[in-house]
């Protein structure tokens, strides 16, 4: 079976998972991630993908071999309970990573990256307290999912990251990922990563919200004038350079998080050939009936032009007349009928 290694954008851990899967949830910061698919249907990328995956099983470079061999060493180590071979075959592990992919270091150094990114995994592990705490720190998200005020769920977020991170300042490594925000901006951004992960399902902002009120965020519609460059601010400005008047949009989280996994269904309509149907409209209903109950019709609305422009009136309303007949969430259709 082909795997794909890959890093999440949320929070830089090393994952694989299969060669064709389109979404998954980071099990390390709860972030729900949408592969990059635009060139997956690409014949000629797809076919040198899939021989560059048959490659690494069979042909592995002596890098790859040995990671391999390694992510065995480690997990019979952590069975085991034997932390000195574990921390051996992590090092090792971890300085393989940086040098095939020096661009998960950041600002580090490949020995500060090594070393924090060592202790860290070490410490949850082989201590129970601290495994404890980034257990209650991935459970604190799930409240987001269910609650009815979710500025206080992210506040218990942000109160399980502080409890985490104090604990992981007590290692001597931990100043080397702590040295520019300490443990306040350390657990800033341990919640940040799971809040993040729940900006598509939340509402239109809500996220801004939890940004701004529970991690000091600044809030601006900071902007470039489209025609000569100048900083502008606001909804409509006229630049005090050349004139021109210019619109700045910030979009909301919740916006460009669903945009973004639209992309995957509108990728399988590209690929069936279905864009100049009334499939994009069905697929469109679907797609929205979950936020529908969180999310006002102007924003639902918002959506669906950023997401189908090039359906007509006409045929959106084609599509929607068709698919009522099926469909018991009248007021969903109603609404994007106006």
Known sequence: ??????????????????????????????????????????????????????????????????????????????????????RCASEEMYTLTAVNDPSQLGAMTVRDWVATGVAMAEAQEFDPAVKQLATDLAMSSVALQTTTDPIAAAREILE?????ARAFAALPEAALAMRDGGVEGYAIMMARNYVAGYEGTLGVGVAKRIYAEVFGDRITADARCKKCGAEIAGDLERCAFCGAVSEVRVDDPWLVSNLANWELVAHELVRKGQLDTIDPVRALLGFLRSHRERVAPEHLLEFVRRAIPWVSRERLHEGLAHWALMDDQLELIETLQR
């Open 1 to 86: 079976m082909l795997v794909r290694a890959f890093v999440c954008p949320k929070c830089g851990a090393s994952r694989e998972t299969l060669e064709g899967a389109l979404i998954i949830t980071c099990v390390y910061c709860g972030g729900i991630i949408g592969i990059d698919t635009r060139h997956y249907w690409d014949p000629v990328k797809l076919a040198a993908g899939l021989d560059e995956g048959i490659r690494r099983s069979v042909r592995p470079t002596v890098f790859e071999a040995r990671q391999k061999a390694l992510g065995a060493v480690i997990y019979e180590a952590a069975t085991r309970r034997d932390r000195a071979r574990w």
């Open 160 to 164: 399980a990251g502080r409890r985490y």
